[in-house]
């Protein structure tokens, strides 16, 4: 158990400091920046909104990925992880996730569409593929969880 409090406090730290970039983000750099793009390069002036609306849909995306790891944090210190209560916060991870790697893929497609040079859509495709992969494993682990609370419900039964 000494191990786990060595491990959990400090992820809960960098969560909460995570947590809180991704807000100033939401509310300062990404609006300002797409509106000093607007400024900048009027041809692209339409896109300042939707990139927006993208960035702070993305983030939020993160944002709840990491309050539902917060909470099976909670679900693993008072060792209630293999219960049922876990899966309504997987879910959402696993929604969460979804969310943002369709919307990532449309935009991905939109400026793949318009790029003038193959390394852009190639770089934009790559990190599609490895939010496909983190989000496939996020579904094993689901999986594999579904199992091991099986095994314990099964356990308790017999013991």
């Known amino acids: 158990m000494r191990m786990l409090e060595r491990v959990v406090v400090p992820l809960r730290v960098l969560l909460v400091l995570l947590f809180a970039v ?3 983000l939401q509310t300062l750099s990404f609006p300002g920046q797409f509106a000093h793009m607007a400024e900048q390069d009027p041809e692209n002036a339409h896109l300042r909104w ?3 609306a993208f960035a702070i849909v ?5 944002q709840v990925v990491i ?3 917060w909470k099976l944090l909670t679900l693993v210190k008072v060792d209630r992880i293999f219960s ?5 916060w997987v879910d959402s991870i696993v929604v969460a ?3 943002g790697w369709v919307l990532y893929g449309g ?3 939109y400026f793949a569409s318009r790029a003038d040079d193959p390394g852009a859509p190639l770089l934009l495709f790559v990190m599609g593929l490895v939010g496909g992969v983190v989000l496939l494993l996020v579904v094993v682990m689901r999986t ?4 091991a609370t099986t095994l314990r419900t099964d356990m308790e039964a017999v013991i």
């Open 84 to 88: 049922e209560d876990a899966f309504k």
């Open 67 to 69: 309050v539902c790891t």
């Open 144 to 147: 594999l969880l579904r199992q």
């Open 107 to 109: 935009v991905s497609l």
């Open 58 to 62: 993305e983030l939020l995306c993160v």
């Open 97 to 99: 996730m979804a969310t």
């Open 22 to 24: 991704l807000v100033l």
């Open 50 to 52: 939707p990139l927006t």
